[in-house]
């Protein structure tokens, strides 16, 4: 079955550096991947959206990247801020179904 | 724009009652999607309309839940009879264009329910 991992333990990065969450995926291919961002008790809000034939996608500090071959995203948040602690979803899909990760708990320390 | 509504924001009943979630969408979005999240299981799609229309249930986990979207400004998600398991936050998002998910989907507060 379709399986999507997600760094299950909290990652602590110091404020300034950059940080860097992996999404890992199987038994699936997906087409295009997102990535959201969501605070406590608040729902998941929309990032970035990378194509399958799209290698990296930048917007401001945040960046994507999509290898098919070794069905991993990663994404990173250079110059981090602890305005950035948050938990961070990947949602691989293709069609008409969405799976989302369970999610990496992310805080920036100052 | 005031996003996408929920109600109620927390629910707590006793099992074997009657749950009703409601959902009012972006104005303008034809696409209403309703989500379960839960520690161990995640976000986990229930079901999705486009134009009102239920396009794919495969998520609702049984025939406790049932979904409708009588118009484009509101839907509702139910369960009966409600059981502890069922315990969890239901989160209603919202998209233009919809139908597959690969459009950005703007997500409600979401309801936490409890059932006892």
């Known amino acids: 079955s379709q399986k999507i991992e997600q760094n299950s333990e909290a990652l602590n990065i110091q404020e300034g550096k950059t940080a860097t969450l992996t999404c890992n995926y199987t038994n699936y291919s997906p087409a295009y991947l997102q990535w959201y961002r969501q605070d406590p008790g608040r729902g998941p809000v929309f990032l970035l959206l990378i194509r399958e034939n799209e290698k990296e996608k930048r917007k401001e500090r945040l960046k994507v990247t999509f290898d098919t071959t070794l069905k991993q995203s990663l994404f990173h948040i250079t110059a981090s801020q602890p305005a950035d602690s948050a938990t961070y979803l990947c949602?691989?899909?293709?069609?008409?179904?969405?799976?989302f990760g369970k999610g990496t708990r992310l805080h920036i320390l100052p | 724009d005031a996003g996408v509504i929920q109600s109620p924001r927390h629910e707590v009943t006793e099992m074997g009652q009657e749950v009703t979630l409601r959902c009012k969408p972006i104005?303008?979005?034809?696409?209403l999607f309703w989500y379960r999240q839960t520690m161990m299981r995640g976000l986990e799609l229930l079901i999705y309309f486009n134009n009102n229309v239920p396009i794919d249930d495969s998520g609702m986990p049984e025939d406790r839940f049932s979904a409708k979207m009588p118009n484009a400004s509101f839907s509702t998600l139910k369960i009966q009879p409600s059981e502890p398991r069922d315990s969890a936050v239901y989160f209603c998002?919202?998209?233009?264009?919809?139908?597959?998910?690969?459009?950005?989907?703007?997500f409600g507060p979401g309801t936490r329910l409890t059932v006892l």
């Open positions: 949602a691989p899909n293709r069609d008409d179904k969405i799976i």
């Open positions: 104005s303008g979005h034809n696409s």
């Open positions: 998002a919202s998209s233009l264009m919809g139908g597959p998910p690969k459009d950005t989907q703007y």
